[in-house]
């Protein structure tokens, strides 16, 4: 069964400051998932990359298979990124499986 | 093409009454998840379902809960005889097809357990 380490548990930065979430995981995977929830909200996917680097807007999301590890870089961050970030991954490895999650990286950007 | 659809969104329950939490996939997804959020813990795995088949429920407690996906409507998770310990946040997810990671998350229903 696939174990999910998330670093920092707890970061708070100012305003425009560059930020990195670590992921680390046990079990070779097909596909790993940064999600996104804001206190008191819903789930929302973020990436799912399997090979090397996906950009949207201000975020990046890298995965090095070999070393089981995958990167969240915010550039220029912003207050309304406050969020808790969580990295997931199928459980046993495998695409259609359960997810198993990581305990998140609650993020704060002060104005 | 509207997203996964959960309710109700918030669902209150005295102890011992029963809740049912309901999971609308994606337009064309044929595969179910279910997770839970205890509070102040992380999401957890409970079932993957199907239509019509449970796939893996080795994340579902032995007793008192249950999950279908039946050919027509949304799967339904039930929780029979709740406890104040069933208080959580529950999301589901869908995905298209065998093999396709990408899960697509519901919006969650919030048990509270009076």
């Known amino acids: 069964k696939n174990e999910v380490e998330q670093s920092p548990q707890n970061l708070t930065a100012q305003e425009g400051e560059f930020i990195t979430i670590n992921c680390s995981y046990s079990v070779g995977i097909s596909a790993l998932h940064w999600l996104q929830q804001h206190p008191g909200g819903g789930i929302v996917s973020l990436f799912m990359?399997?090979?090397g680097k996906k950009k949207h807007g201000r975020l990046i999301a890298t995965i090095n298979i070999q070393e089981k590890h995958s990167s969240l870089h915010i550039t220029a961050s912003h207050p309304r990124d406050s969020a808790v970030y969580i990295c997931a991954v199928p459980y046993s490895g495998g695409g259609a499986d359960g997810l198993t999650f990581g305990k998140g990286t609650h993020l704060i950007i002060q104005p | 093409n509207a997203g996964v659809m959960q309710n109700p969104r918030h669902l209150v329950r005295r102890r011992g009454q029963e809740a049912r939490l309901r999971c609308s996939p994606m337009?064309?997804?044929?595969?179910v998840y279910w997770y839970r959020q205890l509070p102040e813990e992380g999401l957890k795995f409970m079932v993957y379902?199907?239509?019509?088949?449970?796939?893996?429920e080795s994340g579902m407690p032995k007793e008192r809960f249950s999950a279908e996906f039946p050919k027509e409507g949304p799967s339904i998770l039930r929780i029979q005889q709740v406890v104040r310990g069933d208080s959580a946040a529950y999301f589901c997810?869908?995905?298209?097809?065998?093999?396709?990671?990408?899960?697509?998350f519901g919006p969650g229903t919030r048990l509270t357990v009076l």
């Open positions: 337009k064309g997804h044929s595969h």
């Open positions: 997810a869908s995905s298209p097809e065998t093999g396709e990671d990408t899960q697509y």
């Open positions: 990359l399997s090979s």
């Open positions: 379902l199907q239509k019509e088949n449970i796939i893996d």
